[in-house]
Nanobody, 115 residues
Framework: QVQLVESGGGLVQPGGSLRLSCAASGFTFSTYVMNWYRQAPGKELELVATITTTGASINYIDSVKGRFTISRNNAKNTVYLQMNSLKPEDTAVYYC????????WGRGTQVTVSS
């Protein structure tokens, strides 16, 4: 059974940091490109960051460059999103997704940036 389980979300003040984790099981994690998406209230789903199978290629949307870092540990079947200097506009539900032969999604974790 394929599972992607996100964790690490919560409420944080502007300027703060959070580290999201996504634990994968049920498929060959190391052969899948991993992505973090987010969806803010009333807005479309947005691709935030992508990391290839070995981590050799990483991409971010412009609004998070220099603040967010995506990484993965293939031995632990886990992908991470380190988020620093958080802004209120980063408030959203964050989802991890695996792309390869199939596409898999987690259920998401809420991130709220507010004073």
């Amino acid at each position: 059974q394929v599972q992607l389980v996100e964790s690490g979300g919560g409420l944080v003040q502007p300027g703060g940091s959070l580290r999201l984790s996504c634990a994968a099981s049920g498929f060959t994690f190391s052969t899948y490109v991993m992505n973090w998406y987010r969806q803010a209230p009333g807005k479309e789903l947005e691709l935030v960051a992508t990391i290839t199978t070995t981590g050799a290629s990483i991409n971010y949307i412009d609004s998070v460059k220099g603040r967010f870092t995506i990484s993965r540990n293939n031995a632990k079947n886990t992908v991470y999103l380190q988020m620093n200097s958080l802004k209120p506009e980063d408030t959203a539900v964050y989802y991890c997704s695996a792309g390869g032969g199939e596409t898999y999604w987690g259920r998401g974790t809420q991130v709220t940036v507010s004073s």
